[in-house]
């Protein structure tokens, strides 16, 4: 993680426009590339999934939703709001709660999911800054949610389906 490579990352950034992609879209099952390259187009890109999450509503998001496949992750859950570049789990408790989850990229589709209670991430801040922190309870589980993203797992894979008609 501490090596800086370029890549194709920064042409892939110079649009605005970001689209959300639905599940069974094929994007969203496969594996997320690391980021090398931190610069003010990995900056910009942050700041426009933020400003995307937050227009849909959502609570966290992962490049990939957005067709992105790079390692980069927003939350904004509790007291955490963040962009996590290259997010990796170090550590996480042996307890584990199940709760209800949904996801932007399934629209209306509940799911009880498995998440353990604690996490200890380390990522890197758009900038490049080395980030290392521990997470619990709801922010642990944003957390996650959007990491599984970047490895092509959806919540229908880890939970239950809820029926919510009345």
Not at 26 to 47: G, H, I, K, W
Not at 112 to 135: I, M, N, T, W
Request: glycine share 4%; aromatic share 8%; net charge negative.
């Amino acid at each position: 993680m501490d090596e800086i490579k370029t890549n194709r990352f920064t042409t892939q950034l110079t649009h605005n426009y970001m689209e959300l992609r639905v599940f069974p879209d094929s994007v969203l099952r496969e594996v997320a590339q690391p980021v090398y390259t931190f610069d003010l187009a990995l900056q910009r890109f942050a700041n426009h999934m933020f400003a995307f999450m937050k227009e849909h509503r959502g609570i966290g998001l992962a490049a990939p939703q957005v067709g992105v496949l790079h390692r980069i992750i927003v939350v904004a859950s509790e007291d955490i709001a963040e962009c996590l570049v290259n997010p990796e789990i170090l550590a996480s408790s042996t307890d584990y709660h199940q709760e209800e989850e949904g996801c932007l990229s399934l629209p209306e589709q509940w799911f009880d999911v498995d998440r353990y209670l604690k996490v200890e991430v380390r990522a890197r801040s758009p900038e490049g800054r080395k980030l290392q922190f521990e997470a619990s309870d709801w922010n642990a589980r944003v957390l996650q949610h959007e990491i599984d993203h970047l490895n092509g797992i959806l919540i229908c894979d880890r939970g239950v389906e809820i029926n919510m008609t009345i």
